[in-house]
């Protein structure tokens, strides 16, 4: 079965810095992007950034570029999601989402498993 | 690139159809047969629904249909049932964003 598990809730104080993680399994982690979705409280979902863990490669919505930082590592099959200075505006839950298509050669334009989400509270 | 725009709220009586709009411009939902759809329950992650406009996932109910025309696209739930009340999200590709979500919808079952 593929299956995207996420590292646990966090509750951080502004200013500080967070890596949180991502953990695929059942398929070989290299040939599928993995993209980041934030949804804020009572909010809808925005799609942050993916990265292609096969090359590192990263892409990222104009809303969160420079903001935070996407990695990924191939040896353990594990993307992240890191800021350097949170803020209470980060609170909210992220989820990581395989992003793939349905055919052999194309563009990956949908998000199929979703990890189970990462809770993340900026509160001072 | 803003969100692609949902109603925010359909409802509708067990068993019948109701169809929820997404809709975007002529460089988003208009030049890519990409279109997805997401439903999510409270406090659970977004599910797939359908996926390049019309593509049903292996497992989802074939009461749920895509379709899209110029810059909007659709979702109709055909039968209607309880377990159908959550939140859909409509997402498509937008070039060099490149992926823009819907403003989500709450599907009530009366």
């Known amino acids: 079965e593929v299956q995207l598990?996420?590292?646990?809730?966090?509750?951080?104080?502004?200013?500080e810095s967070l890596k949180i993680s991502c953990k695929g399994s059942g398929y070989y982690?290299?040939?599928?992007?993995?993209?980041?979705?934030?949804?804020?409280?009572?909010?809808?979902?925005?799609?942050?950034?993916?990265?292609?863990?096969?090359?590192?490669?990263?892409?990222?919505?104009?809303?969160?570029?420079?903001?935070?930082?996407?990695?990924?590592?191939?040896s353990l099959s594990t993307a992240y999601l890191q800021w350097t200075s949170?803020?209470?505006?980060?609170?909210?839950?992220?989820?990581?989402?395989i992003t793939r298509c349905s055919g052999?050669?194309?563009?990956?334009?949908?998000?199929d498993p979703w990890g189970q989400g990462t809770l993340v509270t900026v509160s001072s | 690139q803003s969100a692609l725009t949902q109603p925010a709220s359909v409802s509708g009586s067990i068993g019948q159809s109701i169809t929820i709009s997404c809709t975007g411009t002529s460089s988003d939902v208009g030049s890519y047969?990409?279109?997805?759809?997401?439903?999510?329950?409270?406090?659970?992650?977004?599910?797939?629904?359908?996926?390049?406009?019309?593509?049903?996932?292996?497992?989802?109910s074939s009461r749920f249909s895509g379709s899209k025309s110029d810059?909007?696209?659709?979702?109709?739930?055909?039968?209607?049932?309880?377990?159908?009340?959550?939140?859909y999200y409509c997402c498509s590709f937008?070039?060099?964003s490149p992926f823009v979500f819907g403003t989500g919808t709450t599907v009530t079952v009366l």
């Open chain 1, 5 to 15: 598990v996420q590292s646990g809730a966090e509750v951080k104080k502004p200013g």
């Open chain 1, 29 to 74: 982690f290299t040939t599928r992007w993995i993209s980041w979705v934030r949804q804020m409280p009572g909010k809808g979902l925005e799609w942050m950034g993916r990265i292609d863990p096969s090359d590192s490669y990263t892409a990222y919505s104009p809303s969160f570029r420079g903001h935070v930082t996407i990695s990924a590592d191939k």
């Open chain 1, 86 to 97: 949170l803020a209470a505006a980060d609170t909210a839950i992220y989820y990581c989402a």
């Open chain 1, 104 to 111: 052999g050669s194309c563009s990956p334009n949908f998000f």
């Open chain 2, 33 to 60: 047969d990409v279109v997805s759809w997401y439903q999510q329950h409270p406090g659970r992650a977004p599910k797939l629904m359908i996926y390049e406009v019309f593509k049903r996932p292996s497992g989802v």
């Open chain 2, 71 to 87: 810059n909007t696209a659709s979702l109709t739930i055909s039968g209607l049932q309880a377990e159908d009340e959550a939140d």
């Open chain 2, 94 to 96: 937008a070039g060099s």
